[in-house]
C-alpha cells in the first residue's frame, strides 16, 4: 500500500481529464485520476494521495499553496555582479549565487558568437527552469544575455 506524500509539485501535463504532477525534489511523477483545475507551468505545495482501489493513480487531497511560474526573456543586460561571474568562469562554467532575499542567480559563462545559441537552449528547457524555480519557490524566471554571459534569474 502506497501512502500519502506531501511535497512541491509541477505540473508537467494537464488535460481536461487527468494532470501529471513531478515531485520537484525526487522526480517522481504523479498521474491524477481526474485534473481538479491545474495547468501545465503551475507549482504546487501539497499532498497527493493514491487513489484507490488499485492505487495506480493519484488525487490532490491538500493544496497548501500554488503559483504560476513565468519564464521570459530579458532585454536587459546581466548585472554588474553577473558579468564579473562569468569573466571568472571558464567557458561552459555554471556559476550559482542566492540572491539577497529569495531566489537565486545562474550565470553561465559562453563564447561570445555562441551566446544566442545558448539562450535558445536555456529557454527550450522551460520543464528545468520551472523545476528549479518551483523547488526555489519562486514565481518568475528571467533570462538576461550579453556576448559571453548567459544569467537566469529566479525571482519571487
Keep these: 500500500m502506497t501512502d500519502d506524500k506531501t511535497g512541491t509539485f509541477l505540473v508537467t501535463a494537464a488535460d481536461d481529464d487527468s494532470a501529471v504532477l513531478s515531485d520537484v525534489d525526487d522526480g517522481q511523477v504523479h498521474t491524477l485520476a481526474e485534473n481538479p483545475g491545474v495547468e501545465v507551468g503551475e507549482a504546487i505545495e501539497?499532498?497527493?494521495a493514491p487513489e484507490p482501489p488499485m492505487e495506480v493513480a493519484w488525487r490532490l487531497v491538500d493544496v497548501a499553496e500554488r503559483w504560476t511560474i513565468s519564464i521570459e526573456?530579458?532585454?536587459?543586460?546581466?548585472?554588474?555582479?553577473?558579468?564579473?561571474?562569468?569573466?571568472?568562469?571558464?567557458v561552459?562554467?555554471?556559476?550559482?549565487?542566492?540572491?539577497?532575499?529569495t531566489g537565486e542567480i545562474?550565470?553561465?559563462?559562453?563564447?561570445?558568437?555562441?551566446?544566442d545559441d545558448a539562450v535558445v537552449d536555456v529557454l527550450d528547457?522551460?520543464?528545468?527552469?520551472?523545476?528549479?524555480?518551483?523547488?526555489?519557490?519562486?514565481?518568475?524566471?528571467?533570462?538576461?544575455?550579453?556576448?559571453?554571459v548567459v544569467s537566469v534569474r529566479y525571482l519571487p
Design 92 to 101: 561552459g562554467e555554471l556559476t550559482k549565487r542566492e540572491r539577497a532575499g
Design 125 to 148: 528547457d522551460a520543464a528545468g527552469l520551472r523545476e528549479r524555480a518551483a523547488r526555489l519557490g519562486v514565481e518568475r524566471v528571467v533570462v538576461r544575455s550579453a556576448p559571453g
Design 46 to 48: 501539497g499532498t497527493v
Design 106 to 115: 545562474h550565470v553561465l559563462t559562453v563564447a561570445e558568437d555562441e551566446t
Design 73 to 90: 526573456e530579458s532585454t536587459e543586460s546581466p548585472t554588474t555582479l553577473e558579468r564579473e561571474l562569468a569573466a571568472e568562469g571558464a
